[in-house]
Each structure stands twice: as C-alpha cells, then as structure tokens.
C-alpha cells in the first residue's frame, strides 16, 4: 500500500475561470476518460479494507448489499450509528450530471432491501440509523415514497423523525416553485440516547408565555442556551459547493459536514463507531475524525474509497475539510504539466 501523502499540492490562491465564472475544474470522477485516469492511483482493489494506523478507521471497497461484505468491513463489532446517503435513482437533468444512474423503481427497492437489512445485522441493540433520500418530483416523487413503505418491513426499527435540510440553491426557478429540500429519515432500534444540541440561530420569538412552576415566563427566559435547537427543518446548513472549503471537486450531492456532525453529536458518545456504508466523499469519516468517533465507511467504487482516504490524510496534513475548487488527484496535473 503506498504513501499518498507526499502527492498533495499547495491550494492555489485564485479560483479557475471559465467563461468569466468560477467554476470546479472537474466533473464527476467516476466516469469516462477521468475515471480510466485515475483508477491506476487508488490504493485499494474490490475486497480490500484500509485501516487507519492512528485512531483505527476503516475504509473498504466493499458492496452494501452483499453481507458478507459488510462483515468484512466490521467482522464482530457493531455500529451505535449509522449514516447512509445511497443513491437517489432520481436523475437531474444538467450537463453536469446527465450521467447519474437511474434504474426500475422495483430494482431500486430490492437494491435498498438489501442493504437495509445488512445494515440492521449489525447494527447495536439501541442504536440510531438516519438515510439522506431524494424525491424526483418528475417521476411521482420516487424513490421516497416507495421507500418509506418498504422500511415498514422492518419492524425491528422504529420510525423516529422525518428531517428536512433546505439548500440555499435549488433548481426548477423559471417554471416551479425552486426545489431546494433534501430529506433525511430517522429510524432507532431499540431505545439509543440522545442529546441535545443548539444552532447557531438566535431565539427572536417574542410573547410566547407559558405558565412554569406557577410563574408566568415568556419565551426567551426559558430554555438553557440563547439560540435556538435544531428542529426536523434545517434552514441554517449550506449545501456544499465549489465556493467552499470542504468541497470534494468531482463528487456529486456532497453532503455537508455541519449536517452530518449534527447527527454524530446528538445521536452518539465519543468513542463510539459509526457506520457508512456508501462512503462517496467521506463526509462521514471526517465528522467522526472531528468528533471522536470511529468510523467505518465503505464504497464500491474505489474511486471514492480513495477520495475518502485522501480527504482524512489531507485533514490530517493541512487542517483543511476539503480542497474547494482544487484537484484531488494531484498526480493528474503532474502529468499534465510535463
């Protein structure tokens, strides 16, 4: 296994343009000519797991729905948390991402069957599960609906929140009202503990009374923190794109990282191990890294298992969640520029 830390490069000063904008200088890394380019730097081949020397990661390329794979990936250990973010099946129709897979609604729901119920073997006795889900409005809102009915087949997990993360841009302006949600389903086996975090949203809600140990309070006297906490509408996350740090140029529907700490604070203790068993960015792995949990994240796609690796390294090296609008692969602008 080589050392890919000495392929990073310094981050330029100044955005790419093209056309007088700033734009990402790639596009998605797992197709065409690009992917053929970069498969031959990725570490790791189907079957293969990376452990994490210095506080005990795990990264493999790996298949969900495939059981045993998911049990070479934690062998006897169990997850207090899982976070999943599959593929939506919902296709958007840009020149960016005209290649986004897209399959029967019948073979999408076998295909998450699958990999829910290899994703409830291991998962602890009181354990949380949350799965970000798309909705393709052009197509009967599919595979949400669908989806939600198949999770009533599992009756070992509890139906917990149904969250709502609004993006700052959206699509559908000239002829819809502009598409600007994400969901995310909250399931619990068991009874897992929760705590309680807040936004960085100030309470503004004036007279609001309510009668406390017999006196009279209003809003703003009560509560234990001058902000408000999250509800199961997330206004206050950005969606990630080029403009921003952790942006991982060339990975579609990055989550962002806020997003997903959210989740690792409220729904798990230092120490505990997280699960992500469609590891695309890495977004995961590196709120456990900043949070102190283990995480143990998968792809079957080496391109990503190789992106997720880097991102922790390039963490690690430099401080940075992310490279913004710059190239992961560095390797490919040596070559470029020889």
């Not at 409220?266 to 709120?287: E, P, R, V």
Request: hydrophobic letters at 35%; one cysteine or more.
């Amino acid at each position: 296994m080589s050392d890919t830390k000495q392929l990073y490069f310094p981050l330029l000063e100044a955005p790419l343009k093209k056309q007088g904008q700033t734009t990402e200088k790639l596009k998605r890394l797992d197709i065409g000519k690009r992917r053929k380019e970069i498969v031959q730097y990725c570490r790791l081949d189907y079957g293969d797991v990376w452990e994490d020397p210095v506080k005990g990661h795990r990264v493999g390329v790996l298949d969900a729905t495939k059981g045993d794979d998911v049990h070479i990936l934690l062998r006897s250990e169990k997850a207090n948390l899982v976070i999943n973010d599959p593929p939506y099946n919902v296709k958007v129709g840009n020149a960016n991402t005209r290649n986004l897979s897209k399959i029967s609604i019948k073979d999408y729901i076998t295909f998450s069957k699958q990999w829910v119920m290899n994703t409830l073997n291991v998962m602890q006795e009181h354990s949380h599960l949350y799965i970000w889900i798309g909705a393709d409005y052009k197509d009967n809102f599919q595979p949400l609906p669908d989806f939600m009915l198949m999770m009533r087949d599992f009756i070992e997990l509890q139906t917990r929140n149904f969250i709502t993360m609004r993006n700052q841009r959206g699509f559908g302006t000239q002829h819809n009202w502009m598409w600007v949600r994400q969901e995310l389903l909250h399931y619990t086996r068991g009874k897992p503990g929760f705590q309680v975090v807040y936004t960085d949203i100030p309470k503004i809600l004036r007279g609001y009374y309510k009668v406390v140990n017999g006196k009279k309070t209003e809003n703003l006297e009560r509560g234990k923190s001058n902000t408000i906490r999250p509800g199961n509408v997330w206004v206050d996350i950005q969606q990630v794109f080029y403009r921003m740090e952790e942006n991982v140029p060339g990975c579609y529907a990055q989550k962002p990282l806020k997003a997903i700490e959210r989740i690792t604070l409220t729904s798990s203790k230092q120490d505990d191990l997280i699960l992500d068993l469609f590891a695309h960015s890495g977004t995961t792995l590196i709120a456990g890294e900043r949070t102190n949990r283990r995480v143990y994240t998968m792809d079957n796609d080496p391109v990503f298992a190789e992106l997720t690796i880097r991102r922790l390294e390039n963490f690690r090296d430099t401080g940075r969640t992310g490279w913004q609008w710059h190239n992961p692969f560095c390797e490919l602008e040596t070559r470029q520029t020889r």
